[in-house]
C-alpha cells in the first residue's frame, strides 16, 4: 500500500479508492479584484497554493486518481442561500450583488468559477455546494459511495472555512482525510496554522497532515510498484 509521511502518523492509501478534493479554487477568492480582496483580504495568500495543488493534480491524474472540484455558490435567485448567510457581514456588496467579477457567490457567473491553472478536465466532476462543507445539501456522498472511494485528499481554499468544514463532514461519514497544508490557504496565517493543528491532533481526530511533495512522492511510489489505476 503507497504510504505518505505525516502527522500523526503515516497514511496509506489505495489509488483506487483514493479521491482527490479540491476545494473552492473559485476566482472571487483566490484571484486579485475578485469578492476575496474587495473584502479587505490578501488574495497572495490564497494563490501560494495554487502552484502545489497544481503539481499535485497533475500528478493525480497521471495515476488516475478520481477527482472532485467544489465550488461555493447559490442559484441566481438565491433561492438556495439562507436569508442569514446573505445577511451576515452587512456587507455593501455581498451574496447575490454585482461584484467585480459578477453576481457575487452565484452560479455561472465569471467569478464564480475555478481558476484556470486548477480547471477541471472533462470526466471530473464538479459540486456546485451552497454551504461552506461540500457534503451539506450535495451529491457528493453519493458520488464517492458509488465509486468506492474511502480516502480523499484535500486541497483547497479557504483551510478553516470550507476545508474544515468539509474534512470535519467526511470524517464523520467514515473517509479517512489527508489534508496537504501547502495546498491549503487561509487569508489568515494563524487561522491556516490552527485549522491544520485541529486536523492533525489527538492522534488525527480528522485526519491526517503532509504536503503536497510527500504526496506526490507516494503517488510515484505507487505507480512504481503497479498499483493499478481506477
Ligand atoms: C469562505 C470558503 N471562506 N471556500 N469560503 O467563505 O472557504
Not at 473552492?24 to 497572495?44: K, Y
Not at 459578477?102 to 451552497?130: S, T
Request: proline share 6%.
Amino acid at each position: 500500500m503507497p504510504t505518505v509521511k505525516a502527522e500523526p502518523y503515516e497514511f496509506e492509501f489505495d489509488p483506487k479508492t483514493t479521491a482527490l478534493v479540491m476545494i473552492d479554487f473559485q476566482r472571487d477568492f483566490v484571484d486579485p479584484g475578485g469578492f476575496g480582496e474587495a473584502l479587505g483580504n490578501d488574495v497572495s495568500l490564497l494563490r501560494l497554493a495554487v502552484p502545489p495543488a497544481e503539481e499535485v493534480l497533475k500528478a493525480a491524474r497521471k495515476q488516475g486518481l478520481l477527482i472532485i472540484h467544489t465550488r461555493e455558490g447559490h442559484r441566481a435567485d438565491l433561492s438556495d442561500c439562507p436569508p442569514s448567510k446573505k445577511a451576515r457581514g452587512k456587507l455593501k456588496a455581498g451574496i447575490g450583488d454585482p461584484g467585480p467579477m459578477g453576481r457575487i457567490l452565484v452560479r455561472g457567473e465569471y467569478g464564480h468559477d475555478l481558476v484556470k491553472e486548477l480547471y477541471p478536465e472533462a470526466g471530473e466532476p464538479v459540486i456546485d455546494k451552497p454551504g461552506k462543507g461540500a457534503f451539506f445539501a450535495t451529491d457528493l456522498d453519493t458520488i464517492l459511495k458509488n465509486r468506492g472511494v474511502k480516502q480523499l485528499v484535500v486541497c483547497g481554499v479557504t483551510t478553516e472555512v470550507c476545508v474544515q468544514t468539509t474534512v470535519r463532514e467526511a470524517n464523520d461519514r467514515g473517509y479517512d482525510c489527508l489534508v496537504l497544508e501547502d495546498c491549503v490557504a487561509s487569508y489568515f496565517p494563524e487561522f491556516q496554522q490552527a485549522a491544520l493543528k485541529m486536523v492533525k491532533a489527538q492522534g488525527g481526530i480528522f485526519g491526517w497532515v503532509a504536503d503536497s511533495k510527500r504526496f506526490i512522492a507516494a503517488l510515484a511510489e505507487a505507480r512504481g510498484s503497479g498499483a493499478a489505476r481506477r
